[in-house]
Protein backbone atom coordinates (compact mmCIF):
# COMPACT_ATOMS: atom_id res chain seq x y z
CA UNK A 1 0.00 0.00 0.00
CA UNK A 2 1.17 3.16 -0.84
CA UNK A 3 1.54 6.54 1.24
CA UNK A 4 -0.60 9.81 0.14
CA UNK A 5 1.57 12.12 -2.29
CA UNK A 6 1.24 15.78 -1.86
CA UNK A 7 2.66 18.41 -3.89
CA UNK A 8 3.15 22.31 -2.97
CA UNK A 9 2.26 25.10 -4.85
CA UNK A 10 2.10 28.32 -5.10
CA UNK A 11 -0.66 30.80 -6.39
CA UNK A 12 1.00 31.93 -9.22
CA UNK A 13 0.12 35.69 -10.43
CA UNK A 14 -1.27 34.31 -13.86
CA UNK A 15 -3.95 32.30 -11.66
CA UNK A 16 -5.38 35.01 -10.20
CA UNK A 17 -8.63 36.97 -10.70
CA UNK A 18 -8.93 40.94 -10.14
CA UNK A 19 -9.20 40.53 -6.69
CA UNK A 20 -5.79 38.82 -6.47
CA UNK A 21 -7.27 35.90 -5.21
CA UNK A 22 -6.67 32.23 -6.99
CA UNK A 23 -9.59 31.95 -9.79
CA UNK A 24 -11.79 28.83 -9.43
CA UNK A 25 -11.35 27.53 -12.89
CA UNK A 26 -7.50 28.01 -11.77
CA UNK A 27 -7.86 25.85 -9.09
CA UNK A 28 -10.06 23.15 -10.63
CA UNK A 29 -6.56 23.34 -13.53
CA UNK A 30 -4.38 22.82 -10.20
CA UNK A 31 -6.42 19.94 -8.96
CA UNK A 32 -6.08 18.61 -13.01
CA UNK A 33 -2.17 19.46 -13.13
CA UNK A 34 -1.54 17.38 -10.05
CA UNK A 35 -3.68 14.57 -11.08
CA UNK A 36 -1.28 14.35 -14.15
CA UNK A 37 1.85 14.83 -11.93
CA UNK A 38 0.80 11.93 -9.66
CA UNK A 39 -0.02 9.40 -12.34
CA UNK A 40 3.02 10.55 -14.55
CA UNK A 41 5.62 10.19 -11.22
CA UNK A 42 3.74 6.42 -10.44
CA UNK A 43 4.25 5.01 -14.20
CA UNK A 44 0.89 5.46 -15.58
CA UNK A 45 0.55 8.76 -16.87
CA UNK A 46 -1.03 9.91 -19.99
CA UNK A 47 2.20 9.07 -21.44
CA UNK A 48 2.91 5.73 -20.38
CA UNK A 49 -0.76 4.66 -21.45
CA UNK A 50 -0.44 6.41 -24.43
CA UNK A 51 2.52 3.93 -25.55
CA UNK A 52 -0.65 1.27 -25.00
CA UNK A 53 -3.02 3.20 -27.37
CA UNK A 54 -5.06 4.62 -24.18
CA UNK A 55 -5.91 7.60 -22.07
CA UNK A 56 -7.33 8.57 -19.16
CA UNK A 57 -10.97 10.70 -19.43
CA UNK A 58 -11.94 12.82 -16.95
CA UNK A 59 -15.72 11.76 -16.55
CA UNK A 60 -16.83 13.59 -13.35
CA UNK A 61 -15.30 15.89 -10.88
CA UNK A 62 -16.10 17.46 -7.83
CA UNK A 63 -14.50 20.33 -6.34
CA UNK A 64 -15.20 22.13 -3.20
CA UNK A 65 -13.22 25.66 -2.46
CA UNK A 66 -14.44 27.19 1.50
CA UNK A 67 -12.34 30.16 0.43
CA UNK A 68 -9.52 31.16 -2.52
CA UNK A 69 -6.13 31.53 -1.85
CA UNK A 70 -4.57 34.86 -2.55
CA UNK A 71 -2.05 35.32 -4.78
CA UNK A 72 1.83 34.26 -3.75
CA UNK A 73 0.17 32.18 -0.50
CA UNK A 74 1.70 28.43 -0.53
CA UNK A 75 -0.20 25.37 -0.26
CA UNK A 76 0.07 22.12 -0.24
CA UNK A 77 -2.37 19.13 -3.11
CA UNK A 78 -2.84 15.80 -0.96
CA UNK A 79 -3.82 13.38 -3.46
CA UNK A 80 -4.93 9.78 -3.66
CA UNK A 81 -6.58 6.77 -5.31
CA UNK A 82 -9.07 5.28 -3.10
CA UNK A 83 -10.92 2.69 -5.95
CA UNK A 84 -11.05 0.60 -9.09
CA UNK A 85 -14.33 0.26 -10.34
CA UNK A 86 -15.28 -1.68 -13.61
CA UNK A 87 -14.86 1.70 -15.38
CA UNK A 88 -13.81 4.54 -13.15
CA UNK A 89 -11.11 4.89 -10.62
CA UNK A 90 -11.47 7.48 -8.24
CA UNK A 91 -8.65 10.15 -6.97
CA UNK A 92 -8.50 11.94 -4.43
CA UNK A 93 -7.11 15.65 -3.44
CA UNK A 94 -7.25 17.61 -0.31
CA UNK A 95 -5.88 21.79 -0.46
CA UNK A 96 -3.94 22.79 3.02
CA UNK A 97 -3.00 25.96 3.41
CA UNK A 98 0.84 26.61 4.67
CA UNK A 99 -0.39 26.54 8.66
CA UNK A 100 -2.07 22.90 7.41
CA UNK A 101 -5.71 24.49 7.73
CA UNK A 102 -7.54 22.26 4.96
CA UNK A 103 -9.36 24.42 2.41
CA UNK A 104 -10.52 22.69 -0.26
CA UNK A 105 -11.25 18.98 -1.86
CA UNK A 106 -12.12 17.27 -4.84
CA UNK A 107 -13.07 14.04 -5.78
CA UNK A 108 -12.70 13.27 -9.47
CA UNK A 109 -13.08 10.31 -11.47
CA UNK A 110 -11.63 9.02 -14.46
CA UNK A 111 -11.89 6.19 -17.09
CA UNK A 112 -9.32 4.12 -19.19
CA UNK A 113 -10.47 4.60 -23.08
CA UNK A 114 -8.99 2.78 -25.74
CA UNK A 115 -7.92 5.75 -28.00
CA UNK A 116 -8.65 3.80 -31.72
CA UNK A 117 -12.00 1.92 -30.61
CA UNK A 118 -12.54 5.15 -28.26
CA UNK A 119 -14.16 2.97 -25.62
CA UNK A 120 -13.73 2.37 -22.36
CA UNK A 121 -11.47 -0.19 -20.84
CA UNK A 122 -12.45 -2.62 -17.94
CA UNK A 123 -10.26 -1.29 -14.95
CA UNK A 124 -10.60 -4.46 -13.06
CA UNK A 125 -7.20 -5.70 -14.54
CA UNK A 126 -5.45 -2.22 -14.18
CA UNK A 127 -6.76 -2.66 -10.62
CA UNK A 128 -5.15 -5.24 -9.66
CA UNK A 129 -1.83 -3.56 -11.46
CA UNK A 130 -1.79 -0.89 -10.11
CA UNK A 131 -3.14 -2.30 -6.32
CA UNK A 132 -0.31 -1.04 -4.83
CA UNK A 133 -0.79 2.88 -5.46
CA UNK A 134 -4.18 3.10 -3.77
CA UNK A 135 -4.69 4.26 -0.78
CA UNK A 136 -7.39 2.22 2.30
CA UNK A 137 -8.99 6.41 3.14
CA UNK A 138 -11.97 7.16 1.92
CA UNK A 139 -12.56 10.49 -0.78
CA UNK A 140 -12.80 13.70 1.54
CA UNK A 141 -16.47 14.99 0.53
CA UNK A 142 -19.38 13.38 -1.83
CA UNK A 143 -18.79 12.04 -4.69
CA UNK A 144 -19.83 14.20 -8.47
CA UNK A 145 -23.08 14.49 -7.90
CA UNK A 146 -25.75 13.77 -10.54
CA UNK A 147 -27.70 16.30 -11.90
CA UNK A 148 -31.23 15.33 -12.89
CA UNK A 149 -32.75 17.48 -14.70
CA UNK A 150 -31.92 21.56 -15.74
CA UNK A 151 -34.65 23.89 -17.62
CA UNK A 152 -32.29 26.53 -19.43
CA UNK A 153 -33.52 30.07 -19.06
CA UNK A 154 -30.55 31.24 -20.59
CA UNK A 155 -28.36 30.57 -23.30
CA UNK A 156 -25.00 31.32 -24.56
CA UNK A 157 -22.80 30.11 -27.67
CA UNK A 158 -19.20 29.65 -28.28
CA UNK A 159 -17.40 28.12 -31.43
CA UNK A 160 -14.73 25.78 -30.37
CA UNK A 161 -11.12 27.23 -31.06
CA UNK A 162 -7.14 26.40 -31.30
CA UNK A 163 -6.76 27.37 -28.19
CA UNK A 164 -9.62 25.60 -26.53
CA UNK A 165 -8.25 22.29 -27.25
CA UNK A 166 -6.40 19.69 -26.22
CA UNK A 167 -3.76 16.77 -27.52
CA UNK A 168 -7.06 15.50 -28.81
CA UNK A 169 -8.49 17.87 -30.55
CA UNK A 170 -11.15 17.85 -28.03
CA UNK A 171 -12.49 21.01 -26.56
CA UNK A 172 -9.84 21.10 -23.30
CA UNK A 173 -11.53 20.28 -19.30
CA UNK A 174 -10.46 23.42 -17.70
CA UNK A 175 -12.12 25.26 -21.12
CA UNK A 176 -15.61 23.81 -20.04
CA UNK A 177 -14.96 24.89 -16.58
CA UNK A 178 -14.63 28.48 -17.72
CA UNK A 179 -17.02 28.60 -19.70
CA UNK A 180 -19.52 28.13 -16.56
CA UNK A 181 -17.66 30.89 -14.53
CA UNK A 182 -17.89 33.57 -17.08
CA UNK A 183 -21.89 32.75 -17.36
CA UNK A 184 -22.36 33.59 -14.12
CA UNK A 185 -22.12 37.45 -13.03
CA UNK A 186 -18.77 38.88 -12.29
CA UNK A 187 -19.34 39.94 -8.71
CA UNK A 188 -20.34 36.30 -7.72
CA UNK A 189 -17.39 34.25 -9.38
CA UNK A 190 -14.97 36.72 -7.76
CA UNK A 191 -16.71 36.51 -4.14
CA UNK A 192 -15.30 34.71 -1.39
CA UNK A 193 -18.02 32.44 -1.01
CA UNK A 194 -17.38 28.90 -0.20
CA UNK A 195 -18.51 26.84 -3.72
CA UNK A 196 -19.39 23.48 -4.97
CA UNK A 197 -18.54 22.88 -8.29
CA UNK A 198 -19.58 18.84 -9.74
CA UNK A 199 -19.49 18.79 -13.48
CA UNK A 200 -19.65 15.65 -15.61
CA UNK A 201 -18.45 15.09 -18.92
CA UNK A 202 -20.88 13.12 -21.27
CA UNK A 203 -19.39 13.75 -24.85
CA UNK A 204 -16.13 15.30 -26.54
CA UNK A 205 -16.44 18.36 -28.38
CA UNK A 206 -14.02 18.61 -31.38
CA UNK A 207 -12.79 21.81 -32.83
CA UNK A 208 -15.07 23.74 -34.88
CA UNK A 209 -17.96 22.80 -33.01
CA UNK A 210 -20.20 25.56 -32.22
CA UNK A 211 -21.69 24.97 -28.43
CA UNK A 212 -24.42 26.25 -26.79
CA UNK A 213 -24.90 26.57 -23.02
CA UNK A 214 -27.96 26.94 -21.59
CA UNK A 215 -28.26 28.05 -17.76
CA UNK A 216 -30.89 27.82 -14.95
CA UNK A 217 -30.61 29.72 -11.40
CA UNK A 218 -32.71 27.86 -8.43
CA UNK A 219 -31.26 30.52 -5.76
CA UNK A 220 -27.73 29.92 -4.71
CA UNK A 221 -27.83 26.68 -7.28
CA UNK A 222 -26.41 26.97 -11.08
CA UNK A 223 -27.32 24.53 -13.29
CA UNK A 224 -25.68 24.23 -16.82
CA UNK A 225 -25.92 22.24 -19.78
CA UNK A 226 -23.62 22.72 -23.10
CA UNK A 227 -24.30 21.10 -26.45
CA UNK A 228 -22.23 20.74 -29.08
CA UNK A 229 -24.60 21.13 -31.71
CA UNK A 230 -25.50 17.04 -31.71
CA UNK A 231 -26.15 15.60 -28.08
CA UNK A 232 -25.31 17.20 -24.49
CA UNK A 233 -21.92 16.85 -24.03
CA UNK A 234 -21.29 18.43 -20.51
CA UNK A 235 -24.05 18.74 -16.98
CA UNK A 236 -22.87 20.78 -14.29
CA UNK A 237 -23.73 22.55 -11.43
CA UNK A 238 -22.43 25.14 -9.23
CA UNK A 239 -23.45 25.79 -6.08
CA UNK A 240 -22.81 28.59 -3.53
CA UNK A 241 -22.50 28.26 -0.31
CA UNK A 242 -22.36 30.79 3.24
CA UNK B 1 25.86 47.08 -14.87
CA UNK B 2 23.51 43.54 -14.49
CA UNK B 3 24.52 40.09 -15.72
CA UNK B 4 22.08 38.63 -17.95
CA UNK B 5 19.73 36.40 -16.26
CA UNK B 6 18.85 33.08 -17.49
CA UNK B 7 15.31 30.78 -16.76
CA UNK B 8 15.16 27.26 -17.09
CA UNK B 9 11.86 25.91 -18.24
CA UNK B 10 10.20 22.74 -19.38
CA UNK B 11 7.43 22.53 -21.85
CA UNK B 12 4.40 21.31 -19.61
CA UNK B 13 1.58 19.25 -21.05
CA UNK B 14 -0.72 22.23 -20.53
CA UNK B 15 1.27 24.28 -23.08
CA UNK B 16 0.95 21.89 -26.07
CA UNK B 17 -1.40 21.54 -28.56
CA UNK B 18 -1.95 18.29 -30.58
CA UNK B 19 1.23 17.98 -32.45
CA UNK B 20 2.54 17.48 -28.65
CA UNK B 21 4.63 20.92 -29.41
CA UNK B 22 4.44 24.26 -27.57
CA UNK B 23 1.93 26.41 -28.91
CA UNK B 24 2.52 29.42 -29.66
CA UNK B 25 0.32 31.76 -27.70
CA UNK B 26 1.72 29.09 -24.59
CA UNK B 27 5.18 30.47 -25.63
CA UNK B 28 4.35 33.84 -25.41
CA UNK B 29 2.72 33.33 -21.82
CA UNK B 30 6.21 32.10 -20.90
CA UNK B 31 7.90 35.02 -22.07
CA UNK B 32 5.67 37.12 -20.05
CA UNK B 33 6.03 35.29 -16.99
CA UNK B 34 9.89 35.28 -17.75
CA UNK B 35 9.66 39.25 -17.79
CA UNK B 36 7.52 38.99 -14.70
CA UNK B 37 9.25 37.27 -12.70
CA UNK B 38 13.29 38.84 -13.53
CA UNK B 39 11.53 42.10 -12.61
CA UNK B 40 10.14 41.00 -9.77
CA UNK B 41 13.16 39.17 -8.57
CA UNK B 42 15.04 42.66 -9.22
CA UNK B 43 12.43 44.59 -7.49
CA UNK B 44 10.68 46.33 -9.69
CA UNK B 45 7.92 43.72 -10.38
CA UNK B 46 4.07 44.70 -10.93
CA UNK B 47 3.68 44.24 -6.89
CA UNK B 48 6.45 46.87 -5.87
CA UNK B 49 5.13 49.18 -8.79
CA UNK B 50 1.50 48.83 -7.00
CA UNK B 51 2.68 49.83 -4.04
CA UNK B 52 3.47 53.19 -5.60
CA UNK B 53 0.06 53.05 -7.49
CA UNK B 54 2.14 52.32 -10.48
CA UNK B 55 2.31 49.08 -13.21
CA UNK B 56 3.91 47.99 -16.08
CA UNK B 57 1.80 47.98 -19.24
CA UNK B 58 3.12 45.89 -22.01
CA UNK B 59 2.42 47.85 -25.28
CA UNK B 60 4.48 46.11 -27.94
CA UNK B 61 5.45 42.47 -28.68
CA UNK B 62 7.96 41.07 -31.15
CA UNK B 63 8.43 37.04 -30.77
CA UNK B 64 9.96 35.25 -33.54
CA UNK B 65 10.27 30.76 -32.95
CA UNK B 66 12.24 29.04 -35.81
CA UNK B 67 10.32 26.04 -33.93
CA UNK B 68 8.12 24.61 -31.63
CA UNK B 69 9.58 22.55 -28.88
CA UNK B 70 8.41 19.64 -28.14
CA UNK B 71 6.31 18.35 -24.61
CA UNK B 72 8.94 17.71 -21.78
CA UNK B 73 11.16 19.60 -23.59
CA UNK B 74 13.59 21.77 -21.77
CA UNK B 75 14.79 25.10 -22.44
CA UNK B 76 16.35 28.35 -21.17
CA UNK B 77 14.78 31.78 -21.11
CA UNK B 78 17.51 34.44 -20.77
CA UNK B 79 16.67 38.21 -20.42
CA UNK B 80 17.62 41.17 -20.31
CA UNK B 81 16.97 45.03 -20.30
CA UNK B 82 18.47 47.39 -22.91
CA UNK B 83 17.35 50.83 -23.04
CA UNK B 84 14.76 53.33 -21.27
CA UNK B 85 13.15 55.65 -23.08
CA UNK B 86 10.97 58.35 -22.23
CA UNK B 87 7.82 56.48 -22.31
CA UNK B 88 8.92 52.78 -23.23
CA UNK B 89 11.59 50.54 -21.79
CA UNK B 90 12.66 47.09 -24.14
CA UNK B 91 13.49 43.93 -22.60
CA UNK B 92 14.73 40.98 -24.24
CA UNK B 93 14.61 37.47 -24.49
CA UNK B 94 16.10 34.48 -26.33
CA UNK B 95 15.26 30.84 -25.94
CA UNK B 96 18.16 28.36 -26.56
CA UNK B 97 17.32 24.49 -26.37
CA UNK B 98 18.90 22.39 -24.27
CA UNK B 99 22.17 22.00 -26.79
CA UNK B 100 22.74 25.65 -26.45
CA UNK B 101 20.74 26.43 -29.79
CA UNK B 102 18.78 29.42 -30.07
CA UNK B 103 14.94 28.22 -31.24
CA UNK B 104 13.41 31.85 -30.67
CA UNK B 105 13.90 35.45 -29.77
CA UNK B 106 11.40 38.21 -28.57
CA UNK B 107 11.51 41.79 -28.02
CA UNK B 108 9.15 43.54 -25.67
CA UNK B 109 8.78 47.12 -24.91
CA UNK B 110 6.39 48.81 -21.59
CA UNK B 111 5.20 51.65 -20.20
CA UNK B 112 4.58 52.33 -16.71
CA UNK B 113 1.18 53.64 -16.01
CA UNK B 114 0.34 55.81 -12.97
CA UNK B 115 -3.23 53.61 -11.59
CA UNK B 116 -5.12 56.57 -10.70
CA UNK B 117 -4.54 58.77 -13.80
CA UNK B 118 -3.97 55.90 -16.04
CA UNK B 119 -1.45 57.76 -18.00
CA UNK B 120 1.95 56.54 -18.65
CA UNK B 121 4.83 58.03 -16.76
CA UNK B 122 8.22 59.17 -17.26
CA UNK B 123 10.72 56.93 -17.61
CA UNK B 124 13.97 59.11 -17.35
CA UNK B 125 13.81 58.95 -13.60
CA UNK B 126 13.09 55.76 -13.72
CA UNK B 127 15.99 54.14 -16.12
CA UNK B 128 18.51 55.99 -13.41
CA UNK B 129 16.62 54.53 -10.66
CA UNK B 130 17.09 51.10 -12.42
CA UNK B 131 20.58 51.58 -14.38
CA UNK B 132 22.55 48.63 -12.61
CA UNK B 133 19.15 46.36 -13.77
CA UNK B 134 20.54 47.36 -17.77
CA UNK B 135 22.98 45.22 -19.96
CA UNK B 136 24.61 47.25 -22.95
CA UNK B 137 23.36 44.06 -25.50
CA UNK B 138 21.37 45.02 -28.61
CA UNK B 139 17.56 43.45 -29.21
CA UNK B 140 18.03 39.91 -30.43
CA UNK B 141 15.90 40.25 -33.21
CA UNK B 142 13.85 43.96 -34.74
CA UNK B 143 11.89 45.72 -32.50
CA UNK B 144 8.55 45.28 -32.53
CA UNK B 145 6.98 46.62 -36.27
CA UNK B 146 4.48 49.46 -37.22
CA UNK B 147 1.76 47.67 -38.98
CA UNK B 148 0.26 50.58 -41.10
CA UNK B 149 -2.91 49.67 -42.67
CA UNK B 150 -5.36 46.35 -42.74
CA UNK B 151 -8.28 46.30 -45.00
CA UNK B 152 -9.78 43.35 -43.17
CA UNK B 153 -11.79 40.60 -45.45
CA UNK B 154 -13.47 38.74 -42.59
CA UNK B 155 -14.59 39.18 -38.85
CA UNK B 156 -15.29 37.28 -35.99
CA UNK B 157 -16.59 38.33 -32.69
CA UNK B 158 -15.65 37.95 -29.11
CA UNK B 159 -17.21 39.17 -25.75
CA UNK B 160 -14.65 39.94 -22.98
CA UNK B 161 -15.52 37.59 -20.43
CA UNK B 162 -14.05 36.53 -16.32
CA UNK B 163 -11.19 34.06 -17.91
CA UNK B 164 -10.41 36.67 -20.54
CA UNK B 165 -9.63 39.31 -17.90
CA UNK B 166 -6.49 40.29 -15.74
CA UNK B 167 -5.96 41.88 -12.22
CA UNK B 168 -6.93 45.23 -13.68
CA UNK B 169 -10.10 43.58 -15.21
CA UNK B 170 -9.13 44.42 -18.40
CA UNK B 171 -8.63 41.67 -21.42
CA UNK B 172 -5.37 39.75 -20.74
CA UNK B 173 -2.12 40.19 -23.26
CA UNK B 174 -2.51 36.20 -23.80
CA UNK B 175 -6.03 35.87 -24.75
CA UNK B 176 -5.29 38.54 -27.26
CA UNK B 177 -2.97 36.59 -28.91
CA UNK B 178 -5.25 33.71 -28.15
CA UNK B 179 -7.89 35.29 -30.29
CA UNK B 180 -5.04 36.02 -33.68
CA UNK B 181 -3.94 32.06 -33.65
CA UNK B 182 -7.57 31.23 -33.24
CA UNK B 183 -8.82 32.88 -36.26
CA UNK B 184 -5.98 31.26 -38.67
CA UNK B 185 -6.60 27.93 -40.19
CA UNK B 186 -5.59 25.17 -37.96
CA UNK B 187 -3.28 23.58 -39.65
CA UNK B 188 -1.20 26.53 -40.23
CA UNK B 189 -1.25 27.26 -36.44
CA UNK B 190 -0.49 24.04 -35.82
CA UNK B 191 2.37 23.51 -38.76
CA UNK B 192 6.57 23.72 -37.71
CA UNK B 193 6.71 26.55 -39.65
CA UNK B 194 8.93 29.62 -38.14
CA UNK B 195 6.76 32.65 -37.40
CA UNK B 196 7.11 35.82 -36.22
CA UNK B 197 4.03 37.95 -34.19
CA UNK B 198 4.17 41.71 -34.09
CA UNK B 199 1.52 42.95 -31.51
CA UNK B 200 0.53 46.62 -30.46
CA UNK B 201 -1.73 46.90 -27.36
CA UNK B 202 -3.22 50.53 -28.44
CA UNK B 203 -5.92 50.71 -26.09
CA UNK B 204 -7.90 48.98 -23.01
CA UNK B 205 -10.94 46.21 -23.61
CA UNK B 206 -12.85 45.90 -20.39
CA UNK B 207 -15.00 42.50 -19.33
CA UNK B 208 -18.61 42.52 -21.11
CA UNK B 209 -17.36 44.71 -24.28
CA UNK B 210 -17.94 42.93 -27.52
CA UNK B 211 -14.98 42.95 -29.58
CA UNK B 212 -14.53 42.28 -33.45
CA UNK B 213 -11.13 41.03 -34.72
CA UNK B 214 -10.27 42.02 -38.51
CA UNK B 215 -8.51 39.31 -40.44
CA UNK B 216 -6.72 40.17 -43.61
CA UNK B 217 -4.08 37.63 -44.96
CA UNK B 218 -1.62 38.73 -47.67
CA UNK B 219 0.31 35.71 -48.49
CA UNK B 220 2.23 34.28 -46.31
CA UNK B 221 1.15 37.30 -43.54
CA UNK B 222 -1.94 37.64 -41.83
CA UNK B 223 -2.64 41.01 -40.79
CA UNK B 224 -5.34 41.85 -37.77
CA UNK B 225 -7.25 44.96 -36.19
CA UNK B 226 -9.40 44.39 -32.77
CA UNK B 227 -11.96 47.19 -32.35
CA UNK B 228 -13.39 47.55 -28.79
CA UNK B 229 -16.79 48.99 -30.18
CA UNK B 230 -15.60 52.13 -29.32
CA UNK B 231 -12.43 51.96 -30.72
CA UNK B 232 -9.14 49.97 -32.02
CA UNK B 233 -7.77 48.27 -29.31
CA UNK B 234 -4.60 45.96 -30.87
CA UNK B 235 -3.44 46.01 -33.92
CA UNK B 236 -1.32 42.61 -34.74
CA UNK B 237 0.41 41.08 -37.74
CA UNK B 238 2.04 36.73 -37.78
CA UNK B 239 4.18 36.38 -40.92
CA UNK B 240 4.53 32.86 -41.49
CA UNK B 241 8.57 32.08 -42.78
CA UNK B 242 10.02 29.26 -44.15
New interface residues.
Partial sequence: MSEISSYKFCV???K???T?CA?I?AMA?VIL?TA?LDAHGKGFG?DALNARNCSWVLSRMALELDRRPAQYDTYEVATWISDYGRVLSTRNFTLTDASGAEFGRAVTQWAMIDLTARTAVDLSGVGREHADAMIDRPSPTDKPRKILSINPTTYVEHRV???D?????HMNTLRYI?LL??AMP?EL??SQRAVRLDIHFLRECR?GQLLTLGSEQRDDVWLFTINNGEQEAVRASVEWRS
Same sequence: chains 1, 2.
Fill in positions: EPQVDFLAPGDGVVYSIDFNRDFDLVAH
